[in-house]
């Protein structure tokens, strides 16, 4: 006889998201972390502070364990990225489009 196989079904080692942040006129001023909140792995995965980027976009991709994560993106004057000083605003989303946080006014 043959042997037959089948599949079996295997759990993603990993999730894809991707973070996009849009800017508004003081980039400079803005700082975002996203950080593992359950207690397992390294607690910080990434972290963009102020004053980093002089650029008026940033877009991170990265591919997560399974787990529970706080995304959190500041500004240190306390006045968002939208609406005053131009129209900023951060989108997290899954690797196939899910949308998981956005927002701009903060």
């Known amino acids: 006889a043959m042997p037959t196989s089948s599949m079996v079904p295997t759990m993603a080692l990993c999730y894809g998201i991707e973070v996009n942040v849009l800017y508004d006129d003081y980039p400079d001023e803005t700082y975002w972390k996203l950080q593992r909140i359950d207690g397992v792995g390294d607690n910080l995965v990434l972290e963009l502070p102020a004053d980093s980027t002089p650029f008026p976009s940033h877009t991170e991709s990265m591919c997560l364990p399974e787990g529970e994560y706080n995304f959190t993106i500041f500004d240190l ?30």
């Open 77 to 106: 004057v306390g006045d968002g990225i939208c609406c005053d000083y131009g129209d900023g605003n951060h989108k997290v989303t899954t690797s196939n489009g899910g949308l998981i946080a956005q927002g701009g006014d903060f």
